[in-house]
């Protein structure tokens, strides 16, 4: 393989599909070693097969709105690779959705999955709806006409969605009324479902939560632990949350958190009430964390500005891609952070990987630091199979063991003769590994 070669005939075939290409690139460079020393991958056209999706799905959601006007969405499923497992990613609901975003999301999600340990593909899906100001009765007009056109694609053994960025519990389960009603079965067709109709415990948490035992493990590479250590989080979203709680449980104090309007600063730390205010704002709709300040008045708001400008141990991206720059990460190591942990999915820009990777923080890459979400999906899927609930301990022993396990995966690929341990690189190659294994003994279909 040569990498060069390869993204130049990708460019040529995907104009403009940045993000697509940008990830792509990433993991090619990543596995560029190890595929040229095993001849079988190039003889079965692994990486030519793998960087294109399966199929795509595109449709479009015409919906009524309060006033009575027609209005139009373009819908999208990736299915990009199955075989491990059934496709599986989730579904985002926000004005950016483009296909390009969806098939870098889908091609990153096949890695993730892999990692995970469990029998999982990789696919996303999602639609330019932007729930935000919508009413209820909107949202689930929208999510009705969504599913009547994807139910006929997906199935339990076929394709599992879930949430993502404006996909919720509300959402899902307007989008499993549907699913239920066209195809006259309840099974686990999605994952993240409320608690009394197959949803699993912790299912909400667990991106959060994951990340934070996969950031103690890297942690733990170096002797350190979150106990007395300051955090910055960007958003104040699913993952956030699930992120602000673990950390403050491991004794780790949260003293930053933003919104796209700017970031609250609280040295006494953001727990307990704190977070459950930071719960109401988000279930408010209206996006912005101001208000913290003037709830909390110890805490202070610094409009249009991002967490990373503050002196912290550990920083925790969980908003949305590209949100840490160059500048951003030159910052934090100047202010002495240690450990970088993605929770969201590509937050930090290649230029700044590149600051954080030449000055040998530690650096969870989103393919591994946030894989608990999608591996808790996964153990609600197995859960929705045997019919069964299990406990929120059993859920969260689970968890806490897969991330484990998906840091000890990215030790032994990662792990250079100086005992430095590229996570991007092992990521990358052992949830390659596992796929192209499975593609050869698969043959070529
Ligand atoms: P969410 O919609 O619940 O939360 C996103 C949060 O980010 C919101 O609070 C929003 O206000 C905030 N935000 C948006 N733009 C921002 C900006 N420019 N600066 C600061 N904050 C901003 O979504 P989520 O489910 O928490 O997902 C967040 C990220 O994590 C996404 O990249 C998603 O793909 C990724 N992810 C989510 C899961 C999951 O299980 N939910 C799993 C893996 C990865």
């Keep these: 393989m040569n990498v060069d070669k390869l993204m130049l005939q990708l460019e040529q075939k995907h104009p403009g599909e940045v993000e697509y290409l940008q990830a792509v690139r990433e993991v090619l460079e990543s596995i560029e070693d190890i595929y040229n020393q095993n001849p079988q991958f190039e003889a079965a056209g692994i990486v030519e097969r793998i960087v294109e999706p399966d199929r795509i799905l595109t449709f479009k959601v015409p919906w ?18 199955n075989a491990i497992g059934p496709y599986k990613g989730g579904l985002r609901f926000h004005p950016s959705v483009n296909l390009s975003g969806l098939k870098f999301l889908g091609f990153e999600q096949i890695f993730k999955n892999s990692l995970t340990t469990l029998p999982m593909g990789g696919g996303k899906g999602g639609s330019d709806f932007d729930p935000k100001g919508k009413s209820d009765a909107e949202v689930m007009r929208f999510c009705q006409g969504f599913m009547m056109e994807l139910w006929k694609f997906i199935g339990p053994e076929t394709d599992v969605p879930a949430g993502d960025i404006g996909v919720g519990g509300r959402e899902i389960g307007f989008l499993y009324g549907m699913y239920r009603k066209l195809a006259r079965e309840n ?23 994951g990340n934070v035992y996969f950031a103690k493990e890297m942690l733990a590479t170096k002797s350190e632990t979150f106990e007395g250590k300051t955090v910055a989080i960007s958003g104040f979203g699913n993952v956030s949350w699930g992120a602000a709680l673990k950390a403050t449980e ?3 104090k949260v003293v930053a958190i933003s919104g796209p309007d700017g970031y609250i600063y609280d040295a006494d730390g953001i727990a307990g009430e704190k977070i459950d205010y930071m719960l109401e704002l988000r279930a408010s709709n209206n996006d912005v964390v101001a208000p913290y300040a003037e709830k909390f008045p110890n805490a ?18 969980c908003a949305i891609q590209n949100e840490l720059n160059k500048e951003d990460a030159e910052l934090l190591v100047k202010n002495g952070c240690i450990c970088i942990s ?34 808790t999906s996964g153990l609600e899927m197995s859960q929705n199979s045997m019919k069964l609930n299990w406990s929120r301990e059993e859920v969260d022993t689970k968890l806490h063991s897969i991330m484990c396990n998906i840091h000890e995966a990215c030790v032994a690929y990662g792990k250079d003769a100086t005992g430095h341990v590229d996570y991007v690189k092992g990521a990358n190659i052992a949830g390659f590994l596992k796929v192209a294994n499975a593609m050869i003994d698969q043959g070529v279909i």
Excluded: H
């Design 64 to 81: 009524v709105g309060d006033d009575g006007k027609v209005n139009v969405n373009l819908a999208y499923r990736v299915q990009f690779n």
């Design 187 to 209: 099974t686990g067709i999605l994952t993240g479902k409320g608690g009394n109709w197959g949803g699993s415990v912790i299912r909400p948490e667990a991106t959060g939560f």
């Design 250 to 252: 491991l004794g780790a």
């Design 300 to 317: 202070k708001f610094f409009a249009g500005q991002k967490p990373w400008n503050q002196k912290v141990d550990i920083a925790l991206p």
């Design 342 to 375: 993605e929770g969201a999915n590509m937050p930090c820009t290649p230029e700044a990987i590149e600051v954080i990777q030449d000055n040998k923080l530690l650096y969870g890459p989103g393919k591994a630091a946030n894989a608990g979400g999608v591996a």
